[in-house]
């Protein structure tokens, strides 16, 4: 069975703190992504990388960055964070190839208050 | 902008009814279309993935896709209590390794 893993399931953070959101997966999958999710919107794409030290933007980028230093490992970084960061953040992984392997399988999620 | 349509509900069915819930895709380049279940406060977990026209069973769910009217649907026999949850479609276009997520559906069973 594939398992995504993420650092914390809640975190508690004020204004201004960096915050490290962690991600790891044990199935040698080569395309990471972090999304974060509210009511109404939806899941909505931060990043992603598609090998190591790779990383494309998605759609809502700012105020973040990512690190993916080794395969099975992505970061997702809040270099200042805000009130509106607050949300529930998704780390997934799939695998590159045929095209039923593009199957994103999702960590349990790490909910984020910025206060 | 690719997008992924699917109606917020919440769409009620009697326990043991079929739910079915429909998804539209605007990108007609879409190769694959998954369909997540997402349990509250949980993360979504794969129900199952289609390709090809047609339909495709796999136990209670079964997934339809049309392409030439760019349609996904997934039905649910036997809906159960524990079938409440939101349901998300997702489609791949084959670029750039992404998936494009609608919004999803809630879908409530009612004893």
């Known amino acids: 069975d594939v398992k995504v893993t993420q650092s914390s399931r809640y975190l508690v953070k004020r204004t201004g703190e960096k915050v490290f959101l962690e991600c790891v997966q044990d199935?040698?999958?080569?395309?990471m992504f972090w999304y974060r999710q509210d009511p109404g919107l939806g899941l909505r794409l931060i990043y992603f990388?598609?090998?190591?030290?790779?990383?494309e933007k998605g759609d809502i980028p700012e105020g973040y960055s990512v690190s993916r230093e080794k395969k099975e490992r992505f970061s997702l970084i809040l270099e200042s964070a805000s009130t509106n960061q607050t949300s529930m953040y998704l780390c997934?992984?799939?695998?590159?190839?045929?095209?039923?392997?593009?199957?994103?399988?999702f960590g349990p999620g790490t909910r984020l208050l910025v206060l | 902008q690719k997008e992924v349509e699917q109606n917020s509900g919440p769409l009620s069915v009697p326990e043991g009814a079929i739910a079915s819930l429909n998804c539209t895709y605007s990108?007609?380049?879409?190769?694959?279309f998954f369909w997540y279940r997402q349990y509250s406060g949980k993360s979504p977990e794969l129900i199952m993935f289609?390709?090809?026209?047609g339909d495709k069973e796999d136990g209670r769910f079964t997934a339809q896709l049309n392409k030439a009217s760019q349609y996904v649907s997934l039905l649910i026999r036997d809906s159960q209590p524990s079938d409440s949850a939101t349901y998300l479609c997702?489609?791949?276009?084959?670029?750039?390794?992404?998936?494009?997520f609608g919004t999803g559906t809630q879908l409530k069973v009612e004893l």
């Open positions: 990108d007609r380049g879409s190769q694959s």
């Open positions: 997934a992984s799939s695998h590159l190839g045929e095209r039923t392997q593009e199957t994103q399988y």
């Open positions: 997702a489609a791949f276009t084959g670029g750039g390794n992404k998936l494009t």
């Open positions: 289609i390709y090809s026209n």
């Open positions: 199935m040698d999958h080569e395309n």
């Open positions: 990388s598609y090998d190591v030290k790779m990383k």
